[in-house]
C-alpha cells in the first residue's frame, strides 16, 4: 500500500501561483511513478501530468504546459506540483496518484490515490 497525501491548495488570483505537494508513505516512493489529475465541478477527473520514477521524464497535458511543472524528492518521498500563471479555469481539485508504469495518462492505470486538495483561481 501507498499512502498519498495533497496539499498547498488554497485561493489564488489569476496569474498568481501555487505549489501543491504529494507527501507518500508506505512503499517505497522511488519505486512509482506519479501522476496528478484534477477535477473541476461538474467534470470528469483529468489527466494534467506525470512524472517517472527517477524524475527525468515528465509529461504534461497541452493545457498546463509551460505553466505547470512536476517535480519528486525522492528523499523526503514527496511530489510537487508547480503551477504559474494559474487562469481561472486551472480551478478544480487536485489529485496525486502513483503507480509502477510511465508514462500513464488514465485514471484506471493508477493504483493509489490521495484525497485531493482544492484549487481555487478567482478573476
Known amino acids: 500500500q501507498v499512502q498519498l497525501v495533497e496539499s498547498g491548495g488554497g485561493l489564488v488570483q489569476a496569474g498568481g501561483s501555487l505549489r501543491l505537494s504529494c507527501a507518500t508513505s508506505?512503499?517505497?516512493?522511488?519505486?512509482?511513478?506519479l501522476g496528478w489529475f484534477r477535477q473541476a465541478p461538474g467534470k470528469e477527473r483529468r489527466f494534467v501530468g506525470a512524472i517517472s520514477r527517477t524524475g527525468i521524464s515528465t509529461d504534461y497535458t497541452d493545457s498546463v504546459k509551460g505553466r505547470f511543472t512536476i517535480s519528486r524528492d525522492n528523499a523526503k518521498n514527496t511530489a510537487y506540483l508547480q503551477m504559474n500563471s494559474l487562469k481561472v479555469e486551472d480551478t478544480a481539485v487536485y489529485y496525486c496518484?502513483?503507480?509502477?508504469?510511465?508514462?500513464?495518462?488514465?485514471?484506471?492505470?493508477?493504483?493509489?490515490w490521495g484525497q485531493g486538495t482544492q484549487v481555487t483561481v478567482s478573476s
Open positions: 508506505g512503499r517505497t516512493f522511488s519505486d512509482y511513478a
Open positions: 496518484a502513483a503507480n509502477r508504469r510511465y508514462p500513464s495518462y488514465a485514471e484506471v492505470e493508477y493504483d493509489y
